[in-house]
């Protein structure tokens, strides 16, 4: 790569938080998010950690108890007619993302392949649907895009298939119909809200290999919303670990996974079995994740963090900077603070992920 | 080895949808799980190992093949003594949390139910009591039982699963993807739970899973299922290091690892059964070592190993 691809998305200090019965819930504590042509990204978090309100705000998908206390979501474009423009995606309104935005430039891939196709609707039309409506093509024209659409994403015989419901197909296949339509109006990111969670693994590494592909040739931004850290190793080029609403360590994927330096992320890492783990105890992060409703005055992870200093109950880390690219938030990269060990069960699982680096290169 | 606390045998289960079409889920599986050890079951969705642990609990009647279970059958029609000791000695725990635990009842009657059907208790307050001190094993508090299923994180749902199913003190407990559906630190708690119950009270697994990593990790005897057969089975150390058939070469490749430098490279082996030209019901079992066993016919063995 010569120079740096433009950032296309760029989320700033977002801070969102939602009215409920019990109280205020501050969901989003000041997210940052870089996504640059091309690359790919991804958040990796816990169940409640904010990944997918984070991508449901740059979409405007936000439920209707959420208010957006602060920050913004810029999305630079080039519009029709060539120019270069940038807008913030928490300034339009809905009607605007609707009609410019949605599905146009930015669509989503969502969990569930069952819930979010519609059984009445063959998938031939679902596909076709986003082509009428954003681009307003003609039947005969959008026939043949979907078509080769189909063919895009793996799918055989689909002129067979064009005609089908999406109860006559499988998991995988029905997923890769839900990405068929998240390209039909060629946007320019994809957000895929743990596209394989609910598929096979040997489905899930098709379909991971074809949203590869075709980012390939599409050159599309991609952001995996995903709690798999094989998936991300996968996948990515720079990974997001979210913990509680808060970015906790961001860094290329190299850096997250040989030199993790956040004590969510140690856990993350070593909590995973791999292949090879052979230990009586799986390392687990004791506790839950806080509940929001009650926000801890100082690092939201130290009840869990074994690591935890005095400091880290009286305030939040900021982001330390570790390389140009990697960074975390954690006061044990303060220069004042005790040199500390990683925990051995991570050490030998680094140690294992080199030796498997340099058996395989 | 000692006798098996459960053995099954040749079962098949079919599902007649209608006239001319019948699901063929299961057709013909036999393994056995000895008492204290964990059985995983592994294969795609499709595969038939969900519709195997649901018939071994007899949530269907098998269409033809024994089930043995502490020495009795429990394939064909039960008297009640059987039955009796197949519903309390043998417990399910379900995929999907909130799914499989009742939104209109507390979680102190969603765990006494089974108390309260086999008589398992003297007053009320032995009934808390043992309520109680089963939310604490698995790492709830007792506060909770008075609490609504909706008013729990998916990882203490699960945790509400499982004391459902511990509290009858079962010898097998058929564990459907119970880990699925939870995060992956949550993942690691539960799965470490699971291990201290089975040490603490020796009782055996059947592990249903697709996670092919946790199922490595938890397992000590593996079968490979696909499209309702068992392909391979053996213990995890002779499927992993041995993998024989195609298809778990192809499962085995499929597992995503958690390092970016190998995971960036490598490509996942395909295996499509329609175009491999391999006939699974053609197939008999050959022990390729020990206890290594491996569907094929006579060619495709010598083809493969």
């Known amino acids: 790569m010569s120079e740096t691809p433009r950032t296309i998305l760029d989320i700033r200090n977002l801070d969102i938080s939602f009215k409920t019965n019990a109280g205020v819930v501050h969901a989003i504590r000041g997210v940052n998010l870089d996504l640059r042509k091309g690359e790919t990204v991804a958040i990796v978090g816990e169940s409640g950690s904010g990944k997918s309100v984070t991508m449901k705000a740059a979409m405007g998908l936000l439920d209707s108890n959420a208010t957006v206390n602060s920050g913004e979501i810029l999305y630079t474009y080039t519009d029709t007619d060539g120019t270069e423009k940038t807008v913030d995606l928490l300034k339009l309104s809905k009607k605007e993302l609707r009609g410019t935005i949605n599905g146009q430039r930015i669509a989503m891939v969502f969990q569930d392949p069952m819930t979010s196709l519609d059984p009445t609707m063959t998938i031939g039309k679902q596909i076709m649907e986003s082509m009428f409506l954003h681009k307003h093509m003609e039947k005969e024209a959008a026939r043949k895009r979907a078509l080769e659409l189909l063919n895009l994403v793996g799918i055989p015989e689909a002129e067979k298939r064009f005609k089908n419901y999406p109860h006559q197909l499988s998991g995988g296949m029905r997923q890769r119909v839900v990405i068929a339509i998240a390209l039909s109006a060629d946007p320019d990111i994809l957000i895929c809200d743990e596209p394989t969670t609910a598929l096979d693994v040997t489905i899930q590494a098709r379909i991971l290999e074809m949203i590869m592909d075709i980012q390939e040739k599409m050159k599309l931004s991609v952001i995996y919303i995903t709690h798999d850290l094989g998936v991300v190793a996968k996948v990515a080029d720079y990974v997001n670990v979210m913990y509680a609403g808060k970015i906790v360590e961001v860094g290329n994927v190299n850096e997250i996974f040989y030199e993790p330096a956040h004590p969510y992320t140690w856990g993350l890492l070593s909590a995973m079995p791999d292949l090879d783990t052979d230990d009586d105890r799986l390392y687990s992060i004791p506790g839950s994740p806080p509940n929001l409703l009650h926000e801890p005055p100082g690092d939201a992870f130290a009840a869990r963090n074994q690591f935890a200093l005095v400091i880290d109950e009286k305030a939040a880390p900021p982001m330390f900077k570790i390389s140009e690219t990697h960074s975390a938030a954690t006061w044990l990269l303060h220069p004042d603070a005790p040199k500390i060990e990683k925990p051995p069960e991570l050490e030998a699982r680094l140690e294992r992920a080199r030796k498997e680096v340099e058996r395989y290169l | ?305």
């Open chain 2, 1 to 305: 080895m000692s006798t098996p606390l459960l053995k099954v045998d040749h079962l098949v289960q079919h599902f007649r949808m209608s006239r001319s079409y019948t699901v063929r889920a299961v057709n013909g599986v036999s393994f056995e799980v000895y008492p204290g050890e964990t059985y995983g079951l592994v294969g795609e969705s499709g595969s038939g190992k969900t519709t195997i642990g649901r018939s071994i609990i007899r949530l269907y009647n098998p269409t033809s093949g024994n089930i043995t279970f502490q020495g009795a059958d429990i394939s064909g029609k039960m008297d009640r003594d059987t039955g009796s000791m197949l519903r309390k000695d043998m417990q399910m725990i379900f995929q999907d949390p909130m799914a499989s635990l009742n939104p209109r009842k507390k979680v102190s009657d969603i765990i006494g139910e089974g108390l309260d059907i086999h008589h398992r208790y003297a007053s009320r307050q032995e009934r808390e009591e043992l309520v109680a001190a089963m939310l604490k094993k698995v790492g709830l508090s007792p506060e909770h039982a008075a609490r609504y299923p909706h008013q729990f994180s998916g990882g203490q749902r699960q945790r509400v699963g499982i004391a459902r199913a511990l509290i009858m003190n079962p010898r097998l407990i058929i564990a459907d993807e119970c880990i699925s559906a939870l995060d992956v630190s949550i993942q690691a708690q539960v799965v470490n739970l699971m291990k201290d119950i089975q040490q603490e009270t020796s009782c055996a697994y059947l592990f249903i899973a697709h996670d092919l990593s946790m199922v490595k990790y938890i397992s000590d005897r593996i079968g490979v299922l696909h499209l309702g057969y068992m392909v391979e089975s053996g213990t995890t150390e002779e499927i992993f290091s041995n993998p024989v058939h195609p298809y778990t070469k192809s499962l085995l490749s499929a597992i995503p690892h958690p390092n970016p430098e190998v995971e960036k490279r490598r490509k996942s082996i395909t295996y499509d059964y329609k175009s491999s030209g391999i006939d699974y019901s053609k197939g008999q079992e050959h022990v390729v070592s020990g206890t290594h066993t491996v569907l094929a016919t006579e060619e495709e063995l010598a083809q493969w190993v």
